[in-house]
């Protein structure tokens, strides 16, 4: 009688158990809409047809290790932020700025963004402040915004043509532009140095960092469990210490994972 009690017990206690375990080792992970645009070799479609780039695929790992299951999609730049402050998106990427505050929460993790001048003439003074500016000629990518970072009072010298200004309509044909002699200096993040190797033109140009600001992740209030993940999964990477000293993944692990662009002259 007493070996059918314990019998009867111990099958009880594995089929109550059994639920338990299944859920632990089946966890729906959340998916996250990830609203992004095209800017090599930052984030951007690979060759081959996948989400990738130096910063797409530290976001990846920060997206796994916080059971997160992130859907990166592609928009133009301003679809992908008016997306993500409308909560028609769960996340996108941009540098610090007051017009995310109200919609969303930055995240943890954030990567050093720099941006500065370009020049053909390596002898030529590069301005170090705005009052240098004056009788020189720059082009600038249509639609940036980061030169008034630098250059707080960019209208007004523009107005007063104490500066000239040529537009260009990408990241491709602005370097173009300086290569052809257009302009005295491009205004550019350090990421036109992908461009310059792709053109081999990185012994002619010379760029000079005049700028630095955090690029982190903004999540839209509505989900804080979004937010929570990818805080979550920047701790595990952080403890684990596979990231460098720019919130990137470490070299080794990089090199393992990063799929390259092809160079478009629409970007």
């Known amino acids: 009688m007493l070996r059918n009690v314990i019998a009867t017990y111990a099958v009880l206690s594995l089929l109550?158990?059994?639920?338990?375990l299944a859920s632990a080792e089946t966890k729906v992970k959340q998916t996250a809409h990830f609203a992004v645009y095209e800017y090599p070799p930052l984030y951007?479609?690979?060759?081959d047809g996948h989400f990738s780039g130096t910063l797409g695929e530290t976001i990846k790992q920060i997206c796994h290790k916080g059971q997160l299951n992130c859907q990166s999609q592609m928009y133009p730049i301003?679809?992908?932020?008016?997306?993500?402050?409308?909560?028609?998106?769960?996340?996108?990427i941009s540098g610090t700025h007051p017009r995310f505050?109200?919609?969303?929460?930055?995240?943890?993790?954030?990567y050093p963004w720099s941006a500065g001048l370009f020049t053909?003439?390596?002898?030529?003074?590069i301005p170090l402040s705005e009052a240098d500016f004056t009788g020189q000629s720059l082009v600038i990518v249509r639609g940036w915004r980061s030169q008034y970072r630098f250059i707080p009072n960019f209208d007004q010298l523009v107005a007063d043509k104490k500066i000239?200004?040529?537009?260009a309509n990408s990241n491709y044909s602005a370097i173009k532009m300086l290569e052809s002699n257009r302009a005295d200096l491009l205004w550019g993040s350090?990421?036109?140095?992908?461009?310059?190797?792709?053109?081999?033109?990185?012994h002619k140009i010379q760029y000079s960092e005049r700028l630095k600001i955090p690029i982190v992740l903004w999540v839209n209030k509505k989900r804080p469990d979004v937010l929570e993940g990818l805080n979550r999964g920047y701790a595990n990477l952080l403890v684990s210490e596979q990231l460098d000293d720019q919130n990137l993944l470490?070299?080794?692990?990089?090199?393992?994972v990063y799929q390259d662009a092809e160079m478009k002259k629409n970007q």
């Open 16 to 20: 109550t158990s059994i639920p338990i």
């Open 190 to 202: 350090v990421d036109f140095l992908w461009y310059l190797d792709k053109l081999n033109l990185s």
């Open 101 to 110: 505050d109200t919609c969303c929460t930055a995240s943890d993790w954030s």
């Open 164 to 167: 000239n200004i040529y537009y």
């Open 44 to 47: 951007h479609t690979s060759i």
């Open 120 to 125: 053909l003439n390596k002898n030529k003074q």
């Open 250 to 256: 470490r070299q080794d692990i990089m090199v393992d």
């Open 78 to 92: 301003a679809r992908a932020y008016e997306l993500v402050i409308s909560g028609n998106a769960d996340i996108s």
